[in-house]
T-cell receptor, first 118, second 114 residues
Framework: GAVVSQHPSWVICKSGTSVKIECRSL??????MFWYRQFPKQSLMLMAT?????????EQGVEKDKFLINHASLTLSTLTVTSAHPEDSSFYIC??????????????FGNGTRLTVT | AQSVTQLDSQVPVFEEAPVELRCNYS??????LFWYVQYPNQGLQLLLK??????LVKGINGFEAEFNKSQTSFHLRKPSVHISDTAEYFC????????????FGKGTMLLVSP
C-alpha cells in the first residue's frame, strides 16, 4: 500500500535553532501534501497545505515565516521550524493522498516527528 | 465548514469486552467519514471509511462503524477488544464535494486492560 515516510522520528534542539522535517511519498507522487500539528492529548490541527512547485497555503494563525514549507518534488515536502522556541515543541505529522484525482482517496500519514525544543 | 465531536476522551474497557467509540459530526454539505488509529508516537493509520452506499462499514482489525445520517453519527464498534487495541482513535470528516482535507475530532483514548 501507499507509504508516507517522515524523518526524523524525533529531534531535540536548542531554542533559537532551526529544524527541518522531511516528508516523502515512497511509492506514489503527490502534488499536494498536508502538515498537521498535534499538541499533547489533543487532536490534529492542519497547519498548511504544501503544493509542489508553488507556495504553501497556510491555515489561519500559522506563521508562515516560522514554519517554512518547501515542496521541491513530487515525492518530497519539507517543514522547517525556524528559530524554534519551547512552545514549538509538538508532534508534527505529514500526510498525502495517493490518488489525487479521486476525491474519496484517503489520506496516508507519516509516522510523525516529535520535536522537543529546550 | 465541518466539525467533529468525540464526547469521550477516554474509554477504559476489559479485554474481550465490546466497545463503542462515539463520533458526531456537523456539516452543511455531504461528507466522507473516517476513523483513524494512532499508536503511541506514531502517525495515523486508517481503520475504515464511509464514502457512500451501505451505512455499515467494516474496517481492519475487526472494527466496524455505522453511518447514521439522521443522527449525524459515525460510531466505531468492536465486539471483542484486545490489549493491542489500546491506542487513540480519531474520527474525521471531509467534504464530499471537493478535494478537501480532513477535520479531526479530539480523539478517544481506548484503554484495554486484562
Amino acid at each position: 500500500g501507499a507509504v508516507v515516510s517522515q524523518h526524523p522520528s524525533w529531534v531535540i534542539c536548542k531554542s533559537g535553532t532551526s529544524v527541518k522535517i522531511e516528508c516523502r511519498s515512497l511509492d506514489f507522487q503527490a502534488t499536494t501534501m498536508f502538515w498537521y500539528r498535534q499538541f499533547p492529548k489533543q487532536s490534529l490541527m492542519l497547519m498548511a497545505t504544501s503544493n509542489e512547485g508553488s507556495k504553501a497555503t497556510y491555515e489561519q494563525g500559522v506563521e508562515k515565516d516560522k514554519f517554512l514549507i518547501n515542496h521541491a518534488s513530487l515525492t518530497l515536502s519539507t517543514l522547517t521550524v525556524t528559530s524554534a522556541h519551547p512552545e514549538d515543541s509538538s508532534f508534527y505529522i505529514c500526510s498525502a493522498r495517493q490518488h489525487e484525482d479521486r476525491r474519496n482517496s484517503p489520506l496516508h500519514f507519516g509516522n510523525g516527528t516529535r520535536l522537543t525544543v529546550t | 465548514a465541518q466539525s467533529v465531536t468525540q464526547l469521550d476522551s477516554q474509554v477504559p474497557v476489559f479485554e474481550e469486552a465490546p466497545v463503542e467509540l462515539r463520533c458526531n459530526y456537523s456539516s452543511s454539505v455531504s461528507v466522507y467519514l473516517f476513523w483513524y488509529v494512532q499508536y503511541p508516537n506514531q502517525g495515523l493509520q486508517l481503520l475504515l471509511k464511509y464514502l457512500s452506499g451501505s451505512t455499515l462499514v467494516k474496517g481492519i482489525n475487526g472494527f466496524e462503524a455505522e453511518f447514521n445520517k439522521s443522527q449525524t453519527s459515525f460510531h466505531l464498534r468492536k465486539p471483542s477488544v484486545h490489549i493491542s487495541d489500546t491506542a487513540e482513535y480519531f474520527c474525521a470528516v471531509s467534504e464530499a464535494t471537493g478535494y478537501s482535507t480532513l477535520t479531526f475530532g479530539k480523539g478517544t483514548m481506548l484503554l484495554v486492560s486484562p
